[in-house]
């Protein structure tokens, strides 16, 4: 369980947040609410704490709504050579309006091909992504780069050494 404080501190960044990927001003958001633009500031500031009710009335004003989904967590395996490998506990989606864009992974993940930018739209090119993804990233690398409903679509295309691959299969078999 969480504490109030920061129950507190995550809406105020969701109404923040929310306000800033749509454009609103605050007073505009404000407006939209039925609030004022001084109650909208002192939310998101912490000086004041809104109500469930009105944080999805305020998200809702720029466009989006609470959801509870389940928390995905992830295993560490250690592997014989090498760094370890995170195994999730379950499949994600990316975002559709950003899961075709083309992708350069940063040095740590793709120290072989610095730079290098893969087309997600071409198979070969996202399986080489997974690829990389898979052995060489932490979890929030996995929960970035790689859309669950593609994996499963690319897997039998990917080449990972064996000891990866099983530690994956029965999530990809659960999930398809």
Same mark, same amino acid.
């Given at each position: 369980m969480y504490p109030i404080g920061y129950a507190m501190k995550m809406a105020v960044q969701i109404i923040e947040q929310a306000r800033l990927?749509?454009? *609103?001003?605050?007073?505009?958001?404000?407006?939209? !609410?039925?609030?004022?633009?001084?109650?909208?500031?002192? +939310?998101?500031?912490?000086?004041?704490s809104p109500n469930l009710e009105t944080v999805e009335r305020l998200i809702e004003v720029a466009g989006?709504?609470?959801?509870?989904?389940h928390r995905i967590t992830f295993s560490k395996i250690e592997m014989a050579r090498g760094?370890?490998?995170?195994?999730?506990?379950?499949?994600?989606?990316?975002?559709?309006?950003t *899961?075709?864009?083309?992708?350069?992974?940063?040095? !740590?993940?793709?120290?072989?091909?610095?730079?290098?930018? +893969?087309e997600v739209r071409d198979r070969r090119q996202r399986a080489r992504l997974y690829e990389v993804v898979i052995r060489e990233g932490m979890p929030q690398d996995?929960?970035?780069?790689?859309?669950?409903?593609l994996l499963i679509d690319s897997w039998?295309?990917?080449v990972l050494p064996r000891?990866?691959?099983?530690?994956?299969?029965?999530?990809?078999?659960?999930?398809?």
């Open positions: 990927a749509a454009g *609103l001003t605050q007073q505009a958001m404000a407006q939209q !609410a039925g609030t004022s633009r001084s109650t909208l500031s002192a +939310y998101e500031r912490g000086r004041k989006y709504e609470l959801t509870l989904q760094r370890p490998i995170f195994v999730p506990d379950q499949l994600w989606r990316l975002d559709v309006s *899961l075709f864009d083309p992708v350069i992974l940063p040095l !740590a993940l793709n120290w072989s091909r610095p730079g290098h930018e +893969y996995l929960m970035a780069y790689i859309d669950g409903a039998n295309e990917l000891n990866v691959r099983a530690h994956w299969q029965s999530l990809i078999e659960t999930a398809s």
